[in-house]
Structure formats: C-alpha cells, structure tokens
C-alpha cells in the first residue's frame, strides 16, 4: 500500500493526514461516549429474556405450567394426596364397581379398587417413562443431529440415511416389533420401556437439532469464536448448541407428552407395562372389560392422563410462540 | 425434474434395504430364541423346533437368512404363518381393509381440515378461530384409545348411531366411526397447518396484487390464497397414509376391525415372527413410498425444491 491511500498510519507526510486529522478526536473528550454509555436496564434483552416477558403474560403458558406442576408434585409424593396407598391396601372385591363413598370419592374398579388412588399413585409410572424417554432422546438424538447439522457432508449424509431408516418405523410400531423381543418381553418394566421409546423416538429431535445447528453454524459469532483460536468442536458445544437450543426444547416439550401417550397406548395394549405396575394405561386396559356397565373408572385415568398431555404439549405450544420472534410479530 | 426423481429414487433403497434389515435383526438375531419362545414354559420339542427353523431359515447364517428374506419379499412367496396359512394370503386378507379405513380417514381429515383451517385463517381471532384452535389442542391432547372408547361409547352405544363394533366385512358404513376416531389427530394438524399457512398467504404480495386488480374475494381466497397454501398441507396429507395404516392398530383393537393392526399384535403376541416382519415389512413399504410420492408433488407443485438440490 502507498501511504497516499492509507493516511492513518504513523510516520507519513504531515500533507496527506492534515485533512483527516480533526476526524481522529481522543475518546476521552467525546461527549459522545456518555450518550453512548450502555445502560443496564436499556440493554436489549435476551432470546430467554424477551421469551419469559412474553410468557409471563400468557393465559396458555400460566394454566399449563400450573398443571404440569401439579402433576410432578403427584407424581413425587402421590400420599400426599391420596390417603390409601393401593399398593399395600388390597382391593376389596365386595366394592366391586361399586358407587362413590365416604373416603372413595370416585368409586371402586372391577377389582374393588379405589379409583381416585390408583389414578394418583398412577401418575408416577406415566411420568417417569414419558421423562425418561425424553431425556435419552434428546441426548442420542441431540447428538447424531449436532454433529450432522455441524460437520455436513459425508457424515450428514450417512447419519441421515440412518435417521431415515428409523424414521420409517413409526413410533409405536417399531416399539411394539421391540417388545416381542425375547429379553424385553422377559423384562417388563418402566426402564426397558424406555430404552425401547427412544430407540424409536431419537430421529425426530435429531431431525430438528440438525436444522436449528446448520442455521446457526455460519453465524458471526461462531466465525468470530473460530477465529479466535476455539477448536472445531468446542465452538459446537459452546457457541453453536446453546444458540439452537430454542427450537430443541419446543419440539422435546411436545414429545414429552407423545412418550407418555406411547407409554399409555402399550400398557393399554397389554405389552407395555407388567399389570403389576400402576399406570393409567394399565388402569384403563383394566376398565375396558366393563366399559358399558361402568365406565367411569375408565373415564378418570383416562381424563387425567389427556390432562397430563394435553398441558406439555400447550407448555411446547406457548414456547414456541415465545421463542419464535417471526411467530411474534404476525 | 429427471434428475431429482432419479435421486430421490436412489435415496429410497438404502432406506427400505435398511429398515427391513432392521426390522429382521430385531426380530430374529437379538439374544433369545424365537422358536424356543414359540413353546411357552413346556419343554422344546427338539425335532419340531429344528424343523421350524429349517423352514424360516434360522439355520442359516445371519447374512444368508436376511438375503433369503429379501428374496422372499420380491417373489411374494412369503411362506407359511404358524398355523399353516400363506403368510402372503394373510396379507391379502387383511391389507384393504385396513387400506379402506386409512383412506377414510385421510378423506375425512383432509376435507374437514382444510375446511375448517381456511375458515379459522380467514377470521383470525375471531370466535370460530379461537374456538376451534382450543378444540384442535384438546384433540391432539388426547390419546386415540381414550377418544375411540368414548366416542364408541357415546355414539356408538348411548345413541345408537353407529355401530360400536365393525362386522366381519368391515363395510364402508361401519367403517365411518372408527375413520374419523382413527383420523381426528391428524385432523386437528391439517387443520392448524392450513390455517398457519393461509395467514402467511394472506399478506403475500400476489394476493395485495389480485386485490388490488379488482378480483372477487372469493376468486381471491380460491385461486390465490387456497391452493398456494395447500402445498405443505398436501406433503403432510401424503406422508400421513403410510402413519395411518401402521397407527391403526389401536383404532382396530378397539373397534375390533380385522385389519392389519390385529393380524400383527395377535402375531406379537403369539410370537410369530415371519408374520410380524411380513407385516411390517408391508408397511414400511407403503410408509416409504407414500413419502417418495409426496417428495415428487412437492417438487413438481413447488418448484423452489427442485432447483435448489
């Protein structure tokens, strides 16, 4: 370069920087820089924090986290609401679908059980599959999808053909061609049931974590990271994963719900859950046999269980508006 | 055009070669025995259960005994179920009518969804759009089997509209309640997916522009907000047949259609485990190809999609 086009470096000709001296003023003296002083509560506020101002406000979002905390307090300490514990107190088949009582405020099963504490002491079963079930598909499908969506290539291809390879065996599906499986059919219970809803659930949330990264892996700010001397993989974990994680939670929020349907749907089928095990759908598989002479204990698991559902995919629901500025505005 | 149906096309096979192998390891080379299962808690009987695994191939190494399945799918000549049917009669049995009761329910949310989406889009916020945008929540809320029980018993039994059970035939009319118990999850989607689309159609430049030039309102909602916002409705209505005819299981189970989701939970249950990939096998199949059709409507509806890969 000449030092005609370059006026600002030092040591040249005082004729060419003269003109251009008065635009290179000292920070210090600027009053601009009092007006330019950022403050705190001027500071234009995060993804999070503009999503919970808005969420704040939200009839939707306020009605479902108030149930879905109702339901992990059952869930946690069902004696806390229900003072017969149907898993030591035996079912009395004098009360067989008896009316509701004293004490019984639903009425009793086929069997003679209460109701209203075998639809408690239900909820913890359900829950904890539907959680669970999650948790393992967002880590496995969390990290097929990152490392697809951020590597690209030949990698991104294989792990979608794969991807689409579970994707073409519906949930339930495949899950019911895992159950008749020799060992899972040997070994019923709530852990088994979730190695086998994620082995067909991770797809989908590994669908959307490759499209959240590959949009936020060209950002500036993970160019300006890279830059800087962060490696390859480190930029993912720390730059690019928590930039997309909105769209993630949406979509693992919803799917929490859809598990805990799955669970139900098995259990109703009679190869999810042992009977042994209290879960609403095992309750309502039970109650069918006498659903035209007394449906109400087939009514009440399955309300509460709709109840459950229905307010995880309302949470995803008012999340998604939150955190979609696009959505925002229309 | 050419080269994207090509592409698409090859992208199918590592697809359908993968789920069926996974389909067949699952079933037959996981820990446990599958013939041995066949005999419950009495004694194997050696001889049969040689002879059953000589008849299914499970003599043969894994790879041998996938390539004879593979070949057993193309030449249709599926075998024998353990009672001794064709398994390929079974299948012939039972595929339309579950392919009748998919169909219906496609209709059915299809129409109505569309219906009801263009409706709530065009009068956003008003009480018909908020009223069925709850109403769509609370459907997807709900599991299948809980709406199929009290729709069976409300209509079905207390009023007598409907037939609570399907007869063996499984006619198109007693086939009516259990379509629209076996399509309204999907219909509550279609419905909420038009009505998104059609709000962002609403204010697209062309639509301003056919206003503008002075055509009627309903030319307008027709021809220019409809069918450009039919396009990701029609992808989902597509890819949805295959899910219907492999979800439908539960519908079957409650409405006790004889379809192909009975057929493969007796097989689950009783532990037959070439009926169970037959079956699934099938299903796959048409969950593949219904996507693969709906990829080429995309295409050829939308051209950005062809362009850009």
Partial sequence: MTPDNNPNRPGETPGTTRSLEHFVAEVAETPLQAVDQVK???????????????????????????????????????????????????????????????????????????????????????????????????????????????????????????????????LILGAIVLIQVPYFRANRNPWTLVVILVVFGWPQIARITRGAVIEVR????????????????????????????????????????????????????????????????????????????????????????????????????????????????? | MTTYILKRFLQVIPVF?????????????????????????????????????????????????????????????LGLDFSGRPIAAVLGEVFPVTARLAVMALIFEGFFGILFGLIAGLRKGKIFDATVLVASLIVIGIPIFVLGFVLQFFIGVQLGWAKPTVSAGASVQDLILPAIVLGLGSFAYVLRLTRTSVLENMNADYVRTATA?????????????????????????GADLGALMGGAIVTEGIFNIPGVGQRLYRAVLSGEGPTVVSIVTVLVLIYVVSNLLVDLLYAWLDPRIRYDS
Wanted: one cysteine or more; a positive charge.
């Fill in chain 1, 40 to 170: 705190e509560e001027s500071a234009p506020l995060s993804l999070w924090g503009e999503a919970w101002k808005n969420l704040r406000k939200q009839p939707l979002f306020l009605i479902s986290a108030f149930l879905i905390l109702v339901v992990a307090l059952v869930s946690l300490f069902p004696g806390l609401f229900s003072p017969i514990n149907p898993a030591t107190e035996a079912c009395q088949l004098s009360s067989s679908n008896g009316p509701a009582t004293a004490g019984h405020p639903l009425g009793f099963t086929k069997q003679g059980c209460d109701v209203y504490a075998r639809m408690i002491f239900g909820a913890q079963a359900s829950v904890t599959v539907g959680l669970f079930t999650t948790l393992g598909v967002l880590l496995i499908g969390g990290i097929v999808g990152s490392i697809a969506g951020y590597y690209g290539g030949w990698i991104d291809a294989v792990l979608a053909r794969i991807n689409d390879i579970f994707f073409a065996l519906p």
């Fill in chain 2, 17 to 77: 070669l993968g789920a069926t192998l996974l389909v067949y390891f699952l079933v037959f080379s996981l820990p446990g025995d599958p013939i041995a299962a066949l005999f419950g808690d009495r004694p194997v009987n050696e001889a049969v259960a040689a002879q059953l695994r000589k008849q299914y191939n499970l003599d043969q190494p894994f790879w041998i005994q996938y390539l004879l399945y593979l070949k057993s799918i193309f030449t249709f000549d």
């Fill in chain 2, 213 to 237: 030039k002075g055509l009627s309102r309903s030319r307008v909602v027709r021809v220019h907000i409809l069918r450009n916002s039919l396009i990701p409705v029609i992808t989902f209505l």
């Fill in chain 1, 218 to 330: 060209n950002a500036d700010f993970v160019t300006a990271a890279r830059s800087l001397g962060v490696s390859k993989f480190s930029a993912l974990v720390r730059h690019v994963l928590p930039n997309s994680l909105a769209p993630i939670i949406v979509v693992a929020t919803i799917s929490l719900g859809t598990f805990i349907v799955a669970e139900a749907t098995l259990s109703f089928l009679g190869i999810g859950l042992p009977p042994s095990v209290m879960s609403w759908g095992n309750d309502i598989q039970a109650a069918q046999s006498s659903l035209r002479s007394n449906p109400l204990p087939l009514l009440y698991p399955a309300i509460a269980l709709s109840i459950t559902v229905l307010s995880f995919i309302m949470l995803g629901d008012a999340l998604r508006d939150a955190l979609d500025p696009k959505a925002r505005k229309r």
